[in-house]
């Protein structure tokens, strides 16, 4: 079986849990350490979990967003905390004390009752990837930070079932919002932050291939609202908006099964 939450999500701070059982074994695996480490394990307490719980971390990108409080939480549990080597490199001299494990574009990672594939994204960071997971049936994608989507990144999510997707703003609340020109030509372009249309877009392309459930993730709190998001991903995907999930910045969302 394979879950997931979203421990909180946005450019405040991200973290998503998830979670493989096979048989008696379990594995947990942390994706992006974005939350003050005290917020971070009192959401893990509210599962009845401690660091120790988890199994790894993997950090997709170096804005500060998603690093947190990575490095303190790997040592004090001694977890293993895979990343790109760009993203190490972005970090500068950020030691790991060891734990450091090196992720690259397509490479699976083995973590027990989870594996992991990560792959590259186009975005304004050093070496950005994100990643699908599963536990040998089900497949869950986590995409999140990045400007558009383009073939390499369909071809990883082809036959998810489920999947955290950016909805980071909308095109029209972006273009009349209070941002500076930079901020705004930063975030719509390229290598920025995924509109509620390219979302919707993928998702709908993703929805032929095998997907059925979303969870909007990474909304702006000035360029979006929870309302938009979930009308665009529902367009495309001929549901109802009820039928779309929505990460919240400080709550996140409940467990999902994948
Ligand atoms: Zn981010
Ligand atoms: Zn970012």
Redesign the pocket.
């Known amino acids: 079986m394979l879950r997931f939450r979203s421990l909180g999500s946005g450019s405040s701070g991200n973290a998503t849990l998830v979670e493989a059982t096979s048989g008696l074994l379990t594995t947990r695996l942390l994706i992006d350490c974005g939350l003050g480490i005290r917020r971070l394990e009192r959401s893990l307490a509210a599962e009845g979990l401690s660091a120790g719980d988890l199994d790894a971390v993997f950090i997709t990108?170096e804005?500060s967003?998603?690093v947190g409080c990575a490095r303190a939480l790997a040592l004090r549990a001694r977890l293993p905390v895979h990343m790109s080597a760009g993203t190490h490199a972005a970090l500068r001299e950020r030691d790991f004390d060891g734990l450091l494990r090196v992720a690259r574009d397509g490479e699976a990672i083995d973590l027990g009752a989870l594996q992991v594939t990560p792959f590259a994204v186009p975005?304004?960071?050093r070496e950005?990837l994100q990643l699908h997971c599963t536990d040998g049936a089900v497949r869950l994608g986590v995409l999140t930070?990045l400007g558009h989507v383009n073939e390499h990144v369909l071809a990883h999510l082809a036959g998810c079932r489920s999947l955290v997707l950016e909805c980071n703003h909308d095109e029209e609340m972006l273009a009349g919002g209070p941002y500076p020109w930079f901020l705004k030509r930063r975030v719509g372009g390229d290598w920025g932050?995924l509109a509620n249309s390219a979302a919707a877009q993928a998702a709908r392309t993703l929805q032929a291939q095998g997907l059925q459930q979303v969870v909007a993730a990474h909304l702006s709190e000035r360029n979006n609202t929870p309302d938009l998001a979930r009308a665009a991903l529902a367009e495309a995907l001929g549901c109802g908006q009820e039928d779309i999930h929505v990460a919240s910045a400080t709550l996140g969302c409940g467990w999902l099964t994948a």
């Open positions: 990108h804005h967003d998603h975005h304004d960071a950005p930070d932050h």
